[in-house]
């Protein structure tokens, strides 16, 4: 090591940390991976979370003895209700959301495709979808291609590169024809966590609705729906709510919405009596009327088994690591990667960011390929960003500062520097 | 048993239609079930495909090492090819049509939503969408969804409720202005199959594009779709092709259109370069196109598994033992339920009806919840309609000619009358 401008924390430091951590005993939760020996450092929790134990349990059972043995008759006792049962967890562990307002089902895009259909048809008098044009890219798609569908504008806003939405950025497109505002809770690139509360309000003062994409946020990031009023909202499972690779989505209207929503997509799941086989569609009351298709089961039952183990830890203790671990992570960005020409592209604050941190340096794609084969997993983002995910129920202190010490002796090597 | 009009197969008869079938061997290649010992005879295989045994290795194997151990990386060199290798597979096992034109992906209502989208696009200039008002319920809500969407009529064409669509039926209703002929290939109530050739050449004489859905012929009926000149196509994989409950389905595009479709739910799944985060939108040049949000792992191999014993057994093979199988169940039916009021509404020629079959009786719905309580598991479809799937790579002669033993016994005690 060489020495730097800001004190690096130690080793022991960050053995400490894990020591005092109060959700240290949900790593064993998890298969930690034999063949994963490998991995030295998995910081990709963001993109996909590990595999909890349980859920290979839940596989094998719900597999051999619910589809191998009981096969059509599981449909009538157990699986029928698991995409409402599945989003009522998902609604009280990680999105403050009383029951019967979410279900999952679906992936974000055709979720998200529903949500705006359903959320612009509560506006139908009005012309403008505003959005921001930072966003994931499937949000952004669906946002052109809904707007376009139903005659309507797509306002877009500029957030800052290593930022995200405001309040103070969106005022002066919260005009009086906006009929949807459509965000990200927490960006998918810097990782800024949007003020949900303030910026709904502000939605609702200029008489729109706001849809939120809670992708990046759901399981580390307090969302508090209910409380903050919003309208409809959905995201993906497979990230901190460790649900598995392209587990369904969710979807969540509010109740006082729900009478009067009118969604896309009407299949035979979201009837109000799915297997009557009537002539006319008739919506469900509730929240079902939502879903379209035949529910996907062997993706729902690893959602429920991923989403239970943050209900166990809290989503309070959850943030709080969140927050512990980036922060030391951003300390020995400080220490050892600015030297090396790295910035930091994620809010300073912690409590302005998710758990993922966003490193920009020129040479990223390079940096990130070689520390994954070192066996330090991130991601590189286009076009200079190493992504790293800190996962609350799966990653340690002591993975976060090896990572970083690799991640400095790498980047190094690549630019003839000395770390 | 008593004495009957017609002479009824004995159960000798069925012992050596199993002697001599030869895809008997494939039986063993499904879970038959310890729990479920006290299920005498599966005839809902039309619902839900019994359990390949390569299934629970194989799941096993995706979630404790690829998802497990690998985690992203799985992304990289597996998953992320997932949809289109199924769907290839399914193209060759099952529909006839060339790699290149199916993905797997979704539910059914939404790859219909897409499909019929994609369909009316073609055709923007024209008005009308027909289809059939005795279709699957999803069919039906999603053609009239569609057709207001895009400020589309749909014409209704009314087949016998024991048979289905002809083209001498839709005839009338082929006129100048259709865009979209949606129709299903093989009827989920009678089981006719419709001549998917003579209507998709009627459709395209009158300028339309043909969207077959093929949930009930798919794996069970050989489907031809290329040699048919099919425009789009969608069906569901856990029927026939025995890829789990609520697994993803498929979407067939034919390759003269892909360069020109536009779906409706663009997603980072349909892009050009997912992984590119590109600004703007740009359409896979392939069937890709057709995808939108993150494959869900999970339900693409346990497709991939179920149709690989399609793929080994041979569509025709399939196809002759369907037949029968239908033909032993008509004629114990013929012998032993007519004389209790029973009638067939299905075809009696067994080129002319799919996998299952349908028998009418006024006391169905207890008729079919006895059976199912004394093992016998079939479906009751409202209002007089008990529904046996005989899937041909599971199902037995001897399983036919006990459900029907039992079937007449049941019905004999719940109405009174000498079985």
């Known amino acids: 090591m060489t020495t730097t401008d800001v004190a690096a924390p130690t080793r022991a430091e960050a053995e400490a940390l894990d020591r005092g951590d109060p959700l240290a005993r949900f790593r064993e939760r998890f298969v930690l991976g034999t063949a994963g020996a490998d991995v030295v450092a998995y910081l990709d929790g963001n993109s996909l979370g590990r595999l909890p134990r349980a859920t290979v349990a839940r596989m094998q059972q719900v597999v051999e003895h619910e589809w191998g043995n ?159 009023g919003v309208d409809l909202a959905v995201g993906c499972t497979y990230k901190y709510l460790n649900g598995g690779p392209g587990g369904p989505a969710y979807i969540y209207a509010a109740s006082r919405h729900q009478s009067g929503l009118a969604q896309p997509v009407p299949g035979w799941f979201g009837a109000a009596d799915v297997f009557a086989m009537a002539p006319a569609y008739h919506a469900a009351a509730g929240i079902e009327r939502m879903l379209s298709g035949t529910p996907a089961v062997l993706g729902l039952v690893a959602v429920e088994e991923g989403v239970r183990l943050v209900a166990e830890a809290g989503i309070d203790a959850i943030r709080a690591k969140a927050m512990a671990l980036t922060d030391l992570a951003v300390r020995l960005a400080d220490a050892w990667l600015a030297p090396l020409g790295v910035s930091l592209a994620s809010p300073r604050d912690a409590t302005a960011r998710g758990a993922h941190l966003v490193l920009r340096h020129p040479e990223a794609r390079r940096w990130s390929e070689q520390l994954a084969a070192d066996g330090v997993v991130g991601d590189f983002r286009n076009p200079d960003l190493w992504r790293v995910g800190l996962s609350p129920l799966t990653t340690t202190y002591v993975e976060v500062w090896t990572a970083m010490d690799i991640a400095r002796s790498v980047l190094a090597d690549l630019t003839g520097r000395p770390a």
């Open 70 to 228: 009981r096969l059509i008759r599981s449909w009538d006792d157990t699986w029928v209700r698991l995409p409402r049962q599945v989003g009522d967890l998902i609604g009280s562990a990680a999105l403050g959301a009383a029951p019967g307002q979410v279900v999952v089902a679906d992936s974000t895009s055709v979720c998200l495709f529903k949500a705006l259909h359903a959320a612009a048809g509560l506006r139908s008098e009005r012309s403008v979808i505003v959005a921001a044009d930072t966003d994931f890219p499937t949000d952004r798609y669906v946002v052109e291609a809904v707007a376009d569908q139903r005659g309507l504008r797509v306002r877009w806003v500029s957030p800052p590169a290593d930022g995200g939405v405001d309040a103070a950025l969106l005022e002066p497109a919260l005009l009086n024809d906006v009929a949807v505002v459509a965000l990200s809770h927490v960006d998918y690139r810097s990782a800024q966590v949007a003020d949900l509360a303030a910026i709904t309000a502000a939605a609702h003062a200029a008489g729109a609705v706001a849809v939120w994409d809670l992708s990046h946020s759901a399981g580390s990031v307090p969302v508090g729906l209910d409380a903050a």
